[in-house]
Every structure is written in C-alpha cells, then in structure tokens.
Nanobody, 115 residues
Framework: QVQLVESGGGLVQAGGSLRLSCVAS????????MNWYRQAPGKERELVAT????????NYADSVKGRFTISRDNAKNTVYLQMNSLKPEDTAVYYC????????WGQGTQVTVSS
C-alpha cells in the first residue's frame, strides 16, 4: 500500500522540542524529494522544509530557519523534522509530502505549543 504515516506530534510548552517522523511505504522512497508542510487553523497550508533524495540539500521557511532540521534515513524509508525552540505560532497540523509524479500526502500529526 502506497502511504505516508506521520507521528511524533503532541502538546509542548513554548521553548520545548518535538521530533516528527514520517514513514513511507509502497514506493521508492529514496528516489523522491520529501517535504514537511503545516496548516494552522484558518490558514493555508505552508511549506516548512524540503530535503533532496540524498539529504545533501535542505531548505527551510524563514519562520523556522535555525530552529527546525529536516533529515532522512533512506534505509528506514523515513523523513524526520526536529523542531526546537518551539513557539505558539508553530501550532498546526504537520504533514509530510513526497514529490512523486502525483504528490503523496500523509494524514498529518497535530503539534500544539502552549505559551
């Protein structure tokens, strides 16, 4: 079955950390660029971070630069998002996306940062 499954979300206080995981199955994970997006209530979904197939290239939204780190383990078909120094404005549902021919999305994981 072709799918992406996110995990690792939760409730954390401002200044805390979380590590999100996204496990891929059913397709050649290592051949595709991977992304993390997020969507806050009442807002459009926004791109947070991107990583190339080998992990040699990464890119981040200005709002998370220096706080978030995207990485991947192709042997485990998994992409990660390490989130440090979390802020209340980081509260959102976080989604991973594979840049397959028809982009593939996970179901999302909720991250809530309390002030």
């Amino acid at each position: 079955q072709v799918q992406l499954v996110e995990s690792g979300g939760g409730l954390v206080q401002a200044g805390g950390s979380l590590r999100l995981s996204c496990v891929a199955s059913g397709f050649g994970f290592s051949r595709y660029r991977m992304n993390w997006y997020r969507q806050a209530p009442g807002k459009e979904r926004e791109l947070v971070a991107t990583i190339s197939t080998t992990g040699g290239y990464t890119n981040y939204a200005d709002s998370v630069k220096g706080r978030f780190t995207i990485s991947r383990d192709n042997a485990k078909n998994t992409v990660y998002l390490q989130m440090n120094s979390l802020k209340p404005e980081d509260t959102a549902v976080y989604y991973c996306r594979a840049d397959t021919l028809r982009p593939l999305w996970g179901q999302g994981t909720q991250v809530t940062v309390s002030s």
